[in-house]
């Protein structure tokens, strides 16, 4: 079996989805899977063997020049695809390109239009890569923000066709309500295209089962896997006498920073042992909600500490397993959590908002608790409790280390992907015909 992963790089930074297709890929390969791992927009960082192609489809720069001028449309391939070399990019992308849904909005509805929009060339290119030169058994997308390609691809590629759903609804729900509305509608309409969709939790199956219209059955669920040979509980445990709270995910709203904080400068008038240490991505469109994080957390002085995103997993580990309790109290419903079964196989419990995918990961894993979403008294009660009872810290940090290792493994995943693609019928018979009334973006 060949299957080719179509990723979308995250303009720089350690994007989760793209460093789990990322994984994924590796993991299917050692498995004997052939797998390509296709980047676009830009290319993919992550903090392992980064398995990506080096052709960058869709390239960023391309892809807005296009959208915004019909002569960038019009000029020979040859003088526009040298903007589509990885290194340029990345170079481009270390200015801070937004990435914020709300500046995309019109640029998003020209992408799913594929062959009508303005990256028709852009489309074209794609297809003919899997269709002509890769011919792969399995295709598979890691967003739907990319169907604006499936229909094309449909049409000259008689193999199945899946998308990953992994946090779409986030960038969608950060379109203005015309945009969003408006994207919705086209995935929707292509959505016929696929064969099947994949998710990681069933809160997420149901989630976007309703917001793009489609019946349940159209979805699998795959487990999220990590490789655990980079996390393990510390071999000896630390004699210092702070009690750490750790923070370890994207810095932005919606992962809930400013309620950690709050909640730790409440546990201190009690614990004043207690330090918050948060690490994770800080990108340009966060700098001013990171600045009000900090001024916010003046007062408790060194015991907040901001570490940075760390480099390699190597360091990432180091920081998880330095930690007495981990949360991410999430405002935003996550869909996924990696950072919940990494610090849990690093032998650390974990604290975490009671909707979204949470609540699955934790009745799987028995790792740590939940409160109440949004409330930072709860939180604060939760984080405490752990605090004075270390037999219950003990017991929930061991309970989650073991079975997080048995349900969410490299050949747990590896075996529900290869099933749901065997299992899913083809619709290759069902394609839907292209509008000959539709007309290409102006």
């Known amino acids: ?263 730790v400068r409440r546990i201190r008038t009690q614990h004043p042992d207690v330090r918050l240490i948060a690490g994770g991505y800080l990108g340009s469109r966060d700098a001013a909600y990171f600045e009000s994080v900090t001024k916010a957390a003046e007062d408790l002085g060194d015991a907040f500490e901001y570490i940075g995103s760390p480099d390699n997993q190597s360091v990432k580990a180091g920081f998880l397993q330095s930690l007495d309790v981990l949360s991410v109290p999430a405002p935003y419903k996550e869909p996924k959590g990696i950072y919940v079964l990494e610090v849990l196989a690093c032998g650390v419990p974990v604290v975490q908002p009671a909707h979204g995918a949470y609540p699955e990961m934790l009745a799987k894993t028995q790792g740590g608790l939940l409160f109440e979403p949004g409330d930072v008294d709860d939180l604060a009660e939760k984080l405490s409790g752990l605090i004075v009872d270390s037999a219950k810290r003990t017991e929930l940090a061991t309970r989650g280390n073991t079975l997080v290792r048995e349900r969410y493994s490299l050949t747990a995943m590896t075996n529900a992907t290869v099933s749901a693609f065997e299992a899913f019928p083809h619709n290759a018979t069902d394609v839907i015909s292209a509008d000959p009334d539709r007309q290409e973006t102006p």
Request: aromatic share 10%.
């Open 1 to 263: 079996m060949h299957v080719a992963i179509i990723t979308a790089g995250g303009a720089g930074m350690f994007c989760g989805s793209c460093m789990h297709d990322n994984t994924w890929a590796r993991a299917l390969r050692d498995a004997g899977v052939e797998v390509t791992l296709i980047p676009t927009y830009t290319p993919i960082r992550v903090d392992e063997e980064d398995l990506s192609s080096q052709r960058v489809f869709f390239g960023g720069i391309n892809v807005y020049l296009e959208h915004k001028s019909k002569l960038w449309r019009k000029l020979p391939r040859w003088m526009t695809s040298w903007l589509n070399h990885p290194s340029l990019i990345r170079f481009a992308t270390g200015f801070g390109i937004s990435n914020d849904a709300k500046e995309l909005g019109e640029l998003t509805l020209d992408m799913l239009d594929g062959e009508y929009g303005s990256q028709r060339r852009d489309v074209d290119e794609l297809v003919s890569f899997i269709a002509d030169d890769l011919k792969p058994d399995i295709v598979c997308f890691s967003n739907a923000l990319l169907a604006g390609a499936v229909r094309s691809l449909r049409q000259e590629y008689n193999g199945k066709i899946f998308c990953t759903l992994q946090g779409d609804d986030i960038f969608l729900d950060g379109l203005s309500d015309e945009h969003r509305q408006g994207a919705i509608d086209r995935i929707s309409s292509r959505a016929a295209d696929f064969d099947g969709f994949l998710v990681h939790s069933n809160y997420y199956r149901d989630h976007m089962a309703a917001m793009l219209r489609l019946p349940v059955e159209k979805f699998a669920h795959i487990p999220l896997g990590i490789d655990f040979s980079g996390f393990s509980p510390l071999e000896q445990p630390r004699t210092d006498n702070e009690f750490r709270i750790g923070y370890f995910a994207r810095i932005c709203p919606e992962k809930g920073l400013h309620l950690l904080v709050e909640s």
